[in-house]
């Protein structure tokens, strides 16, 4: 089973920049899709990027050009780089396998990034 670490969010002003990182353990993790994910409050969780084994990526069309996710595999870790970060990128990061498990399956703790003036 995979256990998850994120780290890396804060409080940043509209524009700025954060880099957050996700530490797996778990020998899944080499073989496995991974995503990070978000969720604002009072909203459902959402996919924002996805990476394959292969090193391909997907992103929402909300974070596209402004976030860009990757990996190293040796060192079993997941990165977002945001920026250009806007008011509505505000909530807790979360990474995990893709798909993901269910809402009742296991989730890290999660990262709170917040843009404010």
Do not use: H
């Not at 269910?102 to 003036?117: E, I, L």
């Amino acid at each position: 089973q995979v256990q998850l670490v994120e780290s890396g969010g804060g409080l940043v002003q509209p524009g700025g920049s954060l880099r957050l990182s996700c530490a797996a353990s778990g020998s899944i993790f080499s073989s496995a899709a991974m995503g990070w994910y978000r969720q604002a409050p009072g909203k459902r969780r959402e996919l924002v990027a996805r990476i394959f084994k292969s090193g391909n990526t997907n992103y929402a069309d909300s974070v596209k050009g402004r976030f860009t996710i990757s990996r190293d595999n040796a060192k079993n870790t997941v990165f977002l780089q945001t920026n250009s970060l806007k008011p509505e990128d505000t909530a807790v990061y979360y990474c995990n396998l893709f798909p993901p498990p269910p809402p009742s399956g296991y989730w890290g703790q999660g990262t709170q990034v917040t843009v404010s003036s």
